[in-house]
């Protein structure tokens, strides 16, 4: 990945990991208690199907660049629209959404908030990849593929690079669009309680992974010029 390791690296915030943690065991107290905790999640997908369809992919649309987890919204657009949208509704939907994401987060970084994001990104050990059009491709690669920064983070690094746009945009979607629609089947086979539905949205999740560290392993052994970390 294209990030000077020199600087030591302030460790990010772990909030995401912290939260994710808490669900589980609290889902896990709860069980051990006896609460319906199938009963708590279709209530909630209740609340946010009560939104409409308009409201959740506006959401989608804008906070993902904020540090809003993508995947609270993959995970749960298949079981609250599904019944309005059908499932490839649900799924050509996202996907739409999270282009104009992509390109929002894009813009906020390369222009709208560049100096702060800057600082931020310093603060925390980063430098900005060094970008020629000989590893522009290479170097969006490697920020997309590889594991550890956040999705709003990576966003930041490659529009503070000036990665070409439609460089970043392309590479940036495609790299995403097996993760949601695994995301949204996976979603939808827990939440309805299809664990066949699931399983398959899950083996998805599985094999993209597997094919992102193929792609990452490809392009890592690539030399890059001497400009371009």
Do not use: H
């Amino acid at each position: 990945m294209s990030i000077d390791e020199t600087p030591p690296k302030r460790k990010l915030p772990i909030v995401p990991l912290v939260g994710l943690l808490l669900v589980v065991a609290i889902g896990g107290l709860l069980v051990i208690r006896g609460v319906d905790v199938r009963g708590l999640m279709e209530r909630g997908v209740d609340v946010i199907r009560g939104f409409g369809a308009v409201a959740f992919f506006g959401a989608m649309t804008i906070l993902p660049a904020f540090g809003v987890p993508m995947l609270f919204f993959t995970m749960t657009a298949g079981e609250a629209f599904a019944p309005e949208l059908g499932m490839a509704g649900v799924i050509v939907t996202s996907l739409a959404v999270i282009a104009v994401n992509l390109a929002l987060g894009y813009w906020v970084a390369r222009y709208a908030l560049r100096p702060l994001l800057a600082r931020l990104i310093t603060r925390y050990g980063y430098t900005v990849p060094r970008i020629t059009k000989e590893n522009a491709l290479t170097v969006t690669l490697l920020v997309r593929l590889t594991p550890g920064p956040p999705y709003a983070l990576q966003a930041c690094l490659l529009g503070l690079a000036e990665v070409p746009f439609r460089i970043y945009l392309v590479v940036s979607w495609l790299t995403m669009v097996p993760i949601t629609i695994g995301a949204v089947v996976l979603g939808k086979g827990l939440l309805a309680g299809k664990f066949g539905l699931a399983a398959t949205g899950l083996g998805l999740l599985v094999v993209a992974a597997i094919v992102v560290q193929l792609i990452r392993r490809k392009y890592a052994r690539r030399k890059l010029p001497a400009d371009g970390s």
